[in-house]
T-cell receptor, first 110, second 113 residues
Framework: GQSLEQPSEVTAVEGAIVQINCTYQ??????LSWYQQHDGGAPTFLSY????GLEETGRFSSFLSRSDSYGYLLLQELQMKDSASYFC???????????FGQGTELSVKP | SAVISQKPSRDICQRGTSLTIQCQVD?????MFWYRQQPGQSLTLIAT?????????ESGFVIDKFPISRPNLTFSTLTVSNMSPEDSSIYLC??????????FGSGTRLTVV
């Protein structure tokens, strides 16, 4: 079967750093993606990791450990506009489909 | 990156009727998918829209209920058939538009009464 686990909610203050963890159990794993979704909006692509290690894109970084079936999204210098839901998603090697975790609601406080 | 136009953005439908949702991509995409999302919840994959052949459905979803067409590499439709209130949800199309990055349409908020 397929399962992804991530915390349901996280709260942090402006300027801080927050890490959102994701563990997965699945066959056919090809890579781990992260998406951001604001209320009422469409999910937007943040990052993708196929290999172990850290990928950095501006204030956002994503990490993957295939041996631990674990990844995280790191958000630095938090801003109010970062308040949103963040989804980890497994990219499958067959068919290229994307299966989403339950999402983490991030609240950034002043 | 590509832009996906999805319509309608919202609709209120009577039970027993059908609604067809359309997605148009401004460039060719190899893979297109349809998802369903309840407000405040995760995205559930309905099916992979295959160009020129029958869609591939995930467990719990069937062609009779959610017929999908994909006549070319830039367009797809999802029909929600014989609707019931349980079908009330947000429906999203997506396409693989970059290196492993998916672009989503803006969603169709469906309410069945």
């Amino acid at each position: 079967g397929q399962s992804l686990e991530q915390p349901s909610e996280v709260t942090a203050v402006e300027g801080a750093i927050v890490q959102i963890n994701c563990t997965y159990q699945t066959s056919g794993f090809y890579g781990l993606s992260w998406y951001q979704q604001h209320d009422g909006g469409a999910p937007t692509f943040l990052s993708y990791n196929a290999l172990d290690g850290l990928e950095e894109t501006g204030r956002f970084s994503s990490f993957l450990s295939r041996s631990d079936s674990y990844g995280y999204l790191l958000l630095q210098e938090l801003q109010m506009k970062d308040s949103a839901s963040y989804f980890c998603a497994v990219f499958y090697n067959q068919g290229g489909k994307l299966i989403f975790g339950q999402g983490t609601e991030l609240s950034v406080k002043p | 990156s590509a832009v996906i136009s999805q319509k309608p953005s919202r609709d209120i439908c009577q039970r027993g009727t059908s609604l067809t949702i359309q997605c148009q991509v401004d460039s060719q995409v190899t893979m297109m998918f349809w998802y369903r999302q309840q407000p405040g919840q995760s995205l559930t994959l309905i099916a992979t829209a295959n160009q020129g052949s029958e869609a591939t459905y995930e467990s719990g979803f069937v062609i009779d209920k959610f017929p999908i067409s994909r006549p070319n590499l830039t367009f797809s439709t999802l029909t929600v058939s014989n609707m019931s209130p349980e079908d009330s949800s947000i429906y999203l199309c997506s396409g693989l538009t970059g290196n492993y990055g998916y672009t989503f349409g803006s969603g169709t908020r469906l309410t069945v009464v």
